[in-house]
């Protein structure tokens, strides 16, 4: 007896919820930008060491603390769904909204660091792309935010109102988007990790 032939990728993306295929969609379109722009970053800075004359700024490496602790909250979010506490659901999205904007400040930060260093945007190639990698990331996270904030107002109509928690409780796409935000924060940090890594081997 033949077997069935396997479901072509084509197949499996008609299967998907557009939510998700939006979601796997962006992470792939973003990582080839990412992977374009890191190398292209890698080539100048190899061919000129400029920035082995200047020191990472130490903003960066807190943001980087920061993004990683963000994971405290982050894996706790299906975990408070699933067992209704929409109150903890709440104040752990708060968490991670304000892990968001704090950690966009410190890059911020770090970009007055590089130019009281005379990095600027509009200077050496490898600076340049320093500024772009990041600008690029931060766009990124905002997103991610934005989709928190969305969710806080989401939930706060359904802690006031105990008719739209029970709808909230038994609505199977808030689960589907949760973990989709925790697959894509994932991304964002492990992107994060990846640049940390290229611009403290340039420097």
Do not use: C
Request: hydrophobic residues 60%.
């Amino acid at each position: 007896m033949k077997k069935a032939p396997a479901p072509s990728m084509i197949t499996k993306a008609e299967k998907l919820h557009p939510y998700q295929l939006l979601v796997y969609l962006g992470m792939i379109g973003s990582s080839i930008v990412f992977v374009f722009l890191a190398v292209a970053f890698l080539l100048t800075f190899i061919q000129d060491n400029t920035l082995k004359t200047h020191h990472l700024p130490w903003p960066f490496w807190l943001s980087t603390a920061l993004l990683l602790s963000g994971n405290i909250w982050v894996r706790r979010l299906n975990y408070y769904l699933k067992i209704d506490a929409s109150l903890l659901l709440k104040k752990a999205l708060w968490s991670i909204f304000l892990v968001g904007i704090v950690f966009v400040g410190f890059q911020v930060w770090g970009w007055i660091e590089l130019d009281r260093q005379d990095l600027l945007f509009t200077g050496i190639p490898s600076g340049s792309y320093l500024y772009v990698l990041t600008g690029i990331h931060i766009v990124h996270l905002l997103g991610a935010v934005i989709f928190v904030l969305m969710m806080i107002y989401e939930v706060h109509q359904v802690v006031v109102n105990p008719i739209k928690e029970l709808v909230f409780r038994n609505n199977p796409y808030v689960g589907m988007r949760i973990k989709l935000f925790v697959l894509y924060w994932y991304f964002v940090e492990i992107v994060w990790l990846v640049l940390l890594l290229l611009f403290a081997l340039a420097f």
